[in-house]
């Protein structure tokens, strides 16, 4: 689990960088001008504050405050030091005017991409507003706050706590079954940090009902927050069965990255690890869709494993061979079997072992 985590914190690093880039590059359109050429101090964002305590601010000021606080940690700092400013947030929220409740709304996922101090308060005033307009029709304003969900989850610890006090979970589970594919990113999105954040305190029931969500939604696209948040859930055995459905797709994408050198490593770790989770306690038939596909010869399977095992990232390494050490151990004597057929085609392992210590 602590390997997961790990190759977790540096994907959700990178995609709360990323989620800071596409707020940024969603505004700028509507500002008519480069971004980067306008900064933002402190005083603007003080003013702009006060001017949303006594009333709404009009659209170009609102887009301005936004762009205020994701362009800077000490603009959010700033904001939260206005008294009384997320209940002026959470007022217009709430309120009837959907162009004010969605500028508010992302001025508070824009907070949330601040520290652990921000995100905390944020969840404390915003959150019941944000995961009651779950339920809303508005696509761009529940895109928002999901994506709010999951940058509150992944930057505080009890952020996460106040929002699965009010079952936010069960919203997200929900939408995975309902929403359409525009919507979809964000679901995942917000599912993944929430799950991460949270893994030891969401009950076994509750992660197969996610699994068996994804499962119903078909999730097969090939890029990270997809496959980690699947290979969260494959750590709990209980989610296995649901997760077979993904099997051969991956298996697929394990191949094709054969032939550009494995290029995509946080995938293809992704990838490793739902395998090495699922197969270790599946039936032969299911493992044999790894082991004997119709489409790959055991040559082919043999070439993946070496050139798994000699790539130049550690951590590909130590997940090719926690699915070996999986398989080898395997109930069924067929894949122990097969197994060693394997290995005794492989450089030595306790030399790849040894690579991949400290």
């Known amino acids: 689990m602590e390997v997961i985590r790990e190759r977790l914190r540096e994907a959700i690093n990178i995609d709360r960088k990323e989620q800071r880039a596409i707020v940024v590059n969603k505004n700028r359109p509507a500002l008519g001008e480069c971004i980067e050429n306008v900064s933002y101090s402190s005083v603007f964002v003080t003013e702009m504050a006060k001017k949303l305590k006594k009333k709404t601010l009009n659209i170009n000021d ?3 405050l936004q762009n205020a606080l994701i362009q800077s940690e ?3 700092e700033t904001l939260l030091k206005v008294d009384n400013i997320l209940f002026a947030l959470a007022r217009d929220i709430s309120g009837n005017n959907p162009i ?11 907070i949330a991409l601040g520290n652990t101090k ?3 308060a ?3 005033h915003i959150s019941p507003y944000i ?3 779950c339920e809303s029709l508005n696509r761009p304003l529940l895109e928002v706050c999901l994506w709010t969900i999951g940058n509150l989850s992944s930057g505080s610890k009890k952020a996460f706590e106040i929002l699965h006090a009010q079952k936010c979970l069960q919203y997200i589970i929900i939408l995975m079954h309902e929403c359409d594919n525009n919507i979809l990113p964000s679901v995942i999105y917000a599912a993944l940090h929430y799950i991460y954040s949270g893994f030891s305190s969401i009950t076994e029931t509750e992660l197969v009902e996610l699994a068996e969500a994804c499962k119903n939604k078909n999730l097969l696209e090939k890029n990270s927050d997809t496959l980690w948040l699947l290979a969260l859930l494959s750590s709990n055995i209980a989610c296995s069965k649901s997760l077979y459905y993904v099997l051969p797709s991956i298996v697929d994408f394990l191949h094709q990255s054969a032939s550009n050198n494995f290029s995509n490593t946080i995938l293809i770790a992704a990838c490793l690890r739902i395998l090495a989770n699922v197969l270790s306690n599946a039936s032969e038939e299911i493992v044999n869709i790894f082991l004997k596909n119709p489409k790959y010869s055991h040559l082919d399977v043999q070439i ?4 798994l095992l000699s790539h130049y990232h550690k951590y590909i390494r130590k997940e090719t061979i926690w699915l070996l050490g999986n398989l080898y151990n395997h109930a ?10 394997i290995i005794s085609f492989l450089p030595p392992l306790e030399e790849i072992i040894a690579s991949t210590m400290g």
Request: net charge positive; hydrophobic share 30%; charged share 15%.
């Open 332 to 341: 069924s004597s067929n894949i122990n079997q097969t197994i060693q057929d």
């Open 122 to 124: 944020v969840a404390k």
């Open 118 to 120: 921000a995100c905390t």
């Open 131 to 133: 995961i009651t307009e």
């Open 62 to 64: 609102y887009r301005r």
């Open 74 to 76: 000490l603009n959010i």
């Open 100 to 110: 004010s409740q969605l500028n508010a709304t992302n001025c508070c996922c824009n």
């Open 304 to 307: 993946l494993f070496r050139g």
